[in-house]
């Protein structure tokens, strides 16, 4: 049997944190060695820092484990898995990449820097090739990797088998689940009984990341798709899932039977990671569906369902944003990473 890789969890007590803590317990290929959070959670054992908010009982392979600080010389880890916010991260994710760590990051501060990768796998898997232009240009031993925002994720793997009827523009309305505003992101008394219309950063995100995310990789640079995206999200009173009308123009006119055709086919073969779902996208022909509370499990949370698919062309899509929108998209990149001898 290989010899596990060991993974650290920096931020490993806030709710994406405890995400990771779910992807990583039982992971065949991954070990949790290390969980780190906040000067006010090191010291404790992990059942103690972190408030529980699952719904499965905390793993026992973790409950005692002692939290230590986000700092390089204390983690001992192969690869960091980073659910640190985003101000905190582009301090620290860069000071674990100098120290020589693999650093899977969910957080948005790297995102748009031109020689991080930015990866869905089944998106643009060879954007990874910027790993070598970052190490160089920044003479790092070790490197960052990014997963998009959670919104973006479930948009962009859409609109990817879309690119071959000539992609011109997108518009996106999003209804987001509160789970993607963290424990304490919105108030219950802001949210209950309403709908907030905006949330901050959140359109800007979804518009340059897809740019990124389906541009073209030349070897030393990447070059942003010419495609237009107009984003308005909104914050609903879901709990997991975030749903997104999308209205699609392409040059070449698909009719809604060959877009349901193009999302069919859609499943690219990353080589049967572990968390790689059976199928990326799952087509809902029912009228009212896709539904979060019906849908956001499918694929162990890591599929993005899509239906209503309509002349336009629109249609909606549904994912997990703490699964699929996070924790797992971040472990997808690490199994692949691991799959290509980068680990």
Same mark, same amino acid.
């Not at 990051?105 to 995102?111: E, H, K, Q, T």
């Not at 990789?217 to 308005?232: H, L, P, Q, W, Y």
């Given at each position: 049997m290989a010899k596990p890789i060991k993974a650290g969890i920096l931020g490993a007590t806030g709710a994406v944190g405890q995400r990771f803590v779910e992807a990583l317990a039982d992971h065949p290929w991954f070990e949790i060695s290390c969980l780190a959070?906040? /000067?006010?959670?090191?010291?404790? $054992?992990?059942?103690?820092?972190?408030?529980?908010?699952? @719904?499965? &009982?905390?793993?026992? $392979?973790?409950? =005692? =484990?002692?939290?230590?600080?986000?700092? &390089?010389?204390? !983690?001992?880890?192969?690869? !960091?898995?980073?659910?640190l916010p985003a101000d905190y991260a582009k301090t620290v994710e860069a000071e674990f990449a100098k120290? /020589?760590?693999? !650093?899977?990051?969910?957080?948005?501060?790297?995102? %748009?820097?031109k020689d991080v990768p930015l990866v869905v796998p089944e998106v643009n898997a060879d954007h990874l090739a910027l790993i070598? !232009? #970052? #190490?160089?240009?920044?003479?790092? @031993?070790?490197? *960052? *990797?990014?997963? &998009?925002?959670?919104?973006?994720?479930m948009m962009v793997m859409t609109l990817k088998p879309l690119m071959k009827f000539g992609l011109e523009s997108v518009n996106v309305a999003t209804m987001q689940a509160i789970s993607g505003a963290g424990y304490e992101g919105v108030p219950s008394m802001a949210i209950l009984d309403n709908v907030i219309p905006y949330i901050g950063g959140e359109e800007e995100k979804m518009e340059s990341e897809t740019l990124k995310l389906l541009g073209d990789? @030349?070897?030393?640079? *990447? $070059?942003?798709? @010419?495609?237009?995206?107009?984003?308005?999200c909104n914050r609903v009173p879901v709990m997991d899932g975030h749903t997104e009308a999308i209205w699609a123009a392409m040059s070449d006119d698909p009719t809604p039977a060959d877009v349901r055709s193009a999302?069919?086919?859609?499943? &690219?073969?990353?080589?049967d990671l572990p968390t790689e779902p059976e199928k990326a996208l799952i087509v809902r022909d029912e009228n009212d569906r896709p539904q979060p509370r019906l849908d956001r499990n499918m694929g162990r949370g890591m599929s993005v369902s899509v239906g209503r698919i309509r002349e336009g062309i629109r249609y909606i899509a549904m994912g997990h944003n $703490?699964?699929? /929108?996070?924790?797992?998209?971040?472990?997808?990149?690490?199994?692949?990473?691991? =799959? %290509?001898g980068k680990l």
């Open positions: 959070a906040s /000067g006010r959670s090191a010291g404790k $054992t992990y059942e103690d820092a972190a408030n529980w908010r699952l @719904d499965f &009982p905390l793993p026992e $392979t973790v409950a =005692k =484990k002692e939290v230590v600080p986000v700092d &390089p010389s204390k !983690v001992d880890a192969d690869v !960091v898995f980073s659910a120290a /020589g760590f693999v !650093v899977a990051s969910n957080a948005s501060a790297y995102r %748009m820097e070598d !232009v #970052q #190490q160089d240009g920044r003479g790092w @031993d070790g490197y *960052i *990797i990014t997963n &998009p925002n959670c919104s973006t994720i990789f @030349d070897g030393e640079k *990447i $070059t942003n798709a @010419d495609v237009r995206v107009s984003a308005s999302f069919l086919n859609f499943n &690219p073969d990353l080589g $703490t699964i699929r /929108g996070a924790a797992g998209a971040s472990v997808l990149n690490a199994e692949l990473l691991h =799959k %290509m």
